[in-house]
């Protein structure tokens, strides 16, 4: 279990632990963050490869507003709050993350942030070991296909939310917000760990940043 990064500004200084776990993450992070067989091996295919050559047809990054994200705002869709694109993998075709939330006026809701891919033409069933994983692969009826979710980096029932998201290269990092217990108010998180997301070994990887001070 990674410890928090100091409270707040507003809060008082308190010992405290992530009580959402960071392992959690890690774990939904390895069991979610493998692309499909179809993604790992895109290379090979020049019909759909984006890599520059010869006739070959650029592949767009997915549009997050047009994902099917397993979060349940009611009858709405969740807002987008934040995007970025960018070959993740290194197989030559563009991914989105995106960072999600229900919409509210007062309050923070969690966050989720997740991995899209384009969709590959056929329903997968479970196919990176996440519950969560490859929604919307053809759509539904006749309508376009909708993007895949292929990891989820951050589900909202942990209850956080994020700042400062960015993608650098192939590095995705952002600020985890937390509260130290069920009194804090949603709108004032209290606690905080920077986290970088990168794909390494065939899957993406969790690292939290050192706490500032700790040893």
């Known amino acids: 279990m990674l410890p928090l990064g100091p409270d707040l500004p507003h809060t008082h200084p308190r010992p405290v632990h992530w009580l959402a776990t960071a392992a959690a993450l890690a774990a939904v992070v390895a069991g979610a963050a493998v692309l499909q067989p179809s993604d790992a091996k895109a290379t090979t295919d020049t019909s759909t490869a984006s890599a520059p050559g010869a006739g070959a047809p650029v592949v767009k990054a997915p549009d997050p507003t047009a994902a099917d994200y397993p979060v349940d705002c009611g ?65 539904s009826g006749s309508g376009p296909a909708r993007p895949r979710i292929v990891a989820t980096f951050l ?7 994020i700042k400062d998201f960015a993608l650098r290269g192939t590095k995705v ?20 760990r920077e986290v970088n997301w990168q794909w390494k070994d065939g899957k993406f990887v969790l690292k939290a940043l050192p706490v500032p001070g700790s040893v």
């Not at 937390?178 to 905080?192: F, I, T």
């Open 173 to 192: 990092s952002a600020t985890l917000l937390g509260y130290s217990s069920e009194q804090v108010a949603r709108c004032c998180p209290d606690l905080q």
């Open 75 to 139: 009858p709405a869709k969740p807002d987008v709050t934040d995007r970025a694109s960018g070959d993740l993998d290194g197989d030559g075709r563009p991914e989105t993350v995106a960072v999600v939330r229900c919409h509210s006026e007062t309050g923070t809701p969690p966050s989720g942030m997740y991995v899209l891919a384009q969709p590959d033409g056929k329903n997968s069933e479970g196919g990176n070991g996440s519950g969560t994983a490859d929604k919307g692969g053809k759509g």
């Open 155 to 161: 589900d909202p029932k942990e209850g956080m939310s």
